[in-house]
């Protein structure tokens, strides 16, 4: 059973950057595709970026399109990583890691069957 940590979410000012983790442990096995969505209050829950067990990735929409949110992976740490820069008070919202045992990314939260508990990023003077 795989499991997912997310850390690294905290209170910061507007144009400043965060890096969340997202670590894995339990058996999972390659293939896979780990995603980051964001919940912003009120709002749906949205993707953010996507990378796979063969190093391909994808950004989403206007927060991970915008290149300011890149994403990375640490096989040896069994880790993934979202660098949040330029941070927007539009930005505030709980970042959930997701995985999937396919080498292929999708935007759709029901693509995937293990889940983080989330962390907070909240963007604000």
């Known amino acids: 059973q795989l499991h997912l940590a997310e850390s690294g979410g905290d209170l910061v000012q507007p144009g400043g950057s965060l890096r969340l983790s997202c670590a894995m442990s339990g058996f999972f096995g390659s293939p896979y595709a780990i995603i980051w969505f964001r919940q912003a209050p009120g709002k749906e829950r949205e993707a953010v970026a996507c990378i796979t067990s063969s190093g391909g990735y994808v950004l989403y929409g206007n927060s991970g399109g915008s290149g300011r949110f890149p994403i990375s992976q640490d096989n040896a740490k069994r880790t993934v990583f979202l660098d949040l820069n330029g941070l927007q008070p539009e930005d505030t919202a709980v970042y959930y890691c997701?995985?999937?045992?396919?080498?292929?990314?999708?935007?759709?939260?029901?693509?995937?069957?293990?889940w983080g508990r989330g962390t907070q990023v909240t963007v604000s003077t």
């Open positions: 997701a995985a999937r045992n396919r080498n292929q990314c999708d935007p759709h939260e029901n693509s995937y069957a293990f």
